[in-house]
């Protein structure tokens, strides 16, 4: 294996793409840009990358694409792959064989080198340091690179209640001192921005500009309620929706993932491709279901979606549950999935506030609070805050339960 990472780059005249492929030597290494240049004409660029592990982040403007890779093991490959993007006026913007002229200019720079700037260490540079004294003291270990819990929020059929729910357990997780990200991946119904109270002038850029490599992701988080927690947000426009790659999704909950604790995805309803893609990059599932015939079928959908791609089912929130006269019993709806139910919301006008605070906040002492804490203790271990008298309310649960069995 050589010592030094390589990075070669080649225009592939057939799929009309430039790779780049960088190949890392003997060390690990942190940190890296990679830096290219197109030619600013072109009718729009698409970045992405075929690699596996955590996957580099793109941007790109004024004619220079960068690549952010966070890390890279010994002998690790990441191909970094750009094209043009073209508008097509049936299908948006499709990541489709450039048009000729495109195609003409950037062949025309595939002998431009790219660099390979950040934390680069050849094993030159390392000789050439000052010999290294002892440490008088035991050294202090480097902090080990984050990776979050992602806990992905799905239900197959629409409105039962995921995003209310992601944003409560985001809170709720954020409340008990961990850095949380709540991001919204239904990408084309998105309203966790809109029940959240953001004004959307005031958004920068959301997970679109992210996806369609316009933006890098800090710029689409936002923190609100309190310091540990940001949410990413998904634009409210069809042109934000039709620009973005959403095979990139996956890439982007891999790097949020090195700076936080956790990570609540909230995905769409449907069996699709942005759930898939969601999925693949999450540790859990929770379902949100209604106790209804419905709810169930599309619910078992999901369920397989996650085992097919080892995701664990963590469990099942039974949402709008009617306590005192339910349409199927907690027992049957875990012996129907083979999934244990991890919280009973009850039906409460008061989920949706005109001040947009969400139950867990609004109303901590509730049994909607209590039942949400239950579960970010089950995700991340921590007892939930005093204020939230969970022993009385979720007695008075089991009590409502165990009658209607
Ligand atoms: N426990 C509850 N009690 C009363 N209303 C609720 C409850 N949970 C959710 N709702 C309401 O139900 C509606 C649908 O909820 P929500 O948008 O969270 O569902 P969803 O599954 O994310 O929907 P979609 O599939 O469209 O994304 C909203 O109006 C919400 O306020
Ligand atoms: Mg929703």
Partial sequence: MQDTPKLTKYWDEKSG??????????????????????????????????????????????????????????????????????????????????TPADAALLSSTASLPPKLTGDVETPA??????????????AKKA?????????????????????????????????????????????????????????????????????????????????????????????????????????????VIEYFSQEADYIVIDTPAGYNRELALSLAASDHLI????????????????????RILDVNVMGIVLNRYDMKNPYFSRSQVEAHFGTPVIAMLPDEPEVRRKDKVPSVLAAPSGLMAAEIYHVAQKISGQKPPACSPSFVSRLMLALFNTASL
């Fill in 287 to 306: 379902l949100v279901l209604n106790p209804d015939e419905g709810s169930m079928t599309d619910g078992l959908k999901v369920q397989e979606m996650a």
């Fill in 125 to 138: 540079k390392a000789e050439e340091r000052p010999a290294l004294k002892p440490p008088e003291e035991p």
């Fill in 17 to 98: 793409r430039m790779s780049l492929i960088l190949k890392n030597g003997e060390r690990p290494l942190r940190g890296i840009v990679v830096e290219d240049q197109y030619p600013a004409a072109i009718s729009g660029i698409l970045c992405f990358a075929k690699s596996g592990g955590v996957a580099p982040v793109a941007t790109a403007s004024g004619g220079k694409i960068l690549w952010k890779v966070a890390n890279l093991a010994p002998g690790e490959l990441k191909e970094l792959v750009y094209t043009s993007l073209i508008r097509d006026a049936l299908e948006g913007y499709a990541p489709k064989k450039p």
């Fill in 143 to 251: 902090a080990p690179a984050r990776h979050a819990v992602v806990v992905a929020v799905g239900a197959g059929k629409g409105g039962t209640g995921k995003t209310t729910f992601s944003i409560n357990l985001g809170v709720a997780l954020a409340e008990l001192g961990n850095d949380t990200i709540l991001m919204d991946a239904d990408a084309s119904m998105s309203n966790l921005s809109t029940y959240l109270g953001m004004d959307p002038n005031g958004m920068k850029a959301t997970l679109h500009e992210v996806l369609a490599g316009e933006a890098e992701p800090e710029k689409a988080t936002y923190r609100i309620f309190n310091d540990h927690l940001r949410v990413v947000p998904s634009g409210l426009s069809i042109e934000g929706f039709l620009k973005m790659d959403r095979s990139l999704l996956r890439d």
